[in-house]
């Protein structure tokens, strides 16, 4: 039996659907519908994965619109929350993400960095093939190590 009330449960839901709708609208291109609903899960102070969540979507949006150091910020704070909670594939994801973002900046050795953590949250996966998602993240390890001999190449 559950202990949460059911209005506790219900916002729950309400997270879920605001996440999960920012991160389809950013998928498929929609980037201020994207980052209205992830501005929406961010006022209620939402905690956990789903403020993490909502933060990266916040992130992919300034490093769509070419708006790097707003980019920043926001994906330091969603590795933060994934790597707390030790939802891995999250926070390498948001690692690779803050790495493109400090490169493009200018930041070869902090995207070097990056990179590298986005590759040793990748290296403590176990792989999961049975589903779309986890079939994305298998193939994430290889891009974050190209990113990263790519960068490493400059900060020599």
């Known amino acids: 039996m559950s202990t949460q009330s059911p209005g506790a449960a219900g916002m729950g839901d309400l997270f ?4 999960e709708s920012a991160e389809a609208f950013l998928e498929r291109g929609a980037d201020a519908d994207a980052l209205r609903c992830s501005e929406q899960v961010l006022q209620l102070d939402v905690t956990g994965n789903a403020r993490g969540r909502a933060l990266r979507v916040k992130g992919r949006v300034a490093m769509r619109a070419g708006r790097w150091t707003d980019a920043l910020p926001v994906l330091r704070d969603a590795i ?15 690692s690779n ?3 493109e973002s400090l490169r493009r900046a200018g930041d070869l050795e902090g995207a070097r960095d990056a990179l590298s953590e ?5 290296a403590s996966l176990q792989p999961r093939i049975h589903t779309r998602d986890g079939a994305r ?3 994430h390890g290889a891009s974050c190590a190209r990113r990263h001999r790519a960068c490493s190449r400059y900060t020599r």
Do not use: N, T, W
């Open 118 to 122: 986005s590759l040793q949250y990748s």
């Open 80 to 94: 933060e929350i994934h790597a707390a909670s030790g939802d891995f594939p999250r926070a390498a994801e948001c």
């Open 97 to 99: 993400d803050l790495g």
């Open 16 to 19: 879920r659907v605001l996440v």
């Open 137 to 139: 993240r298998a193939g």
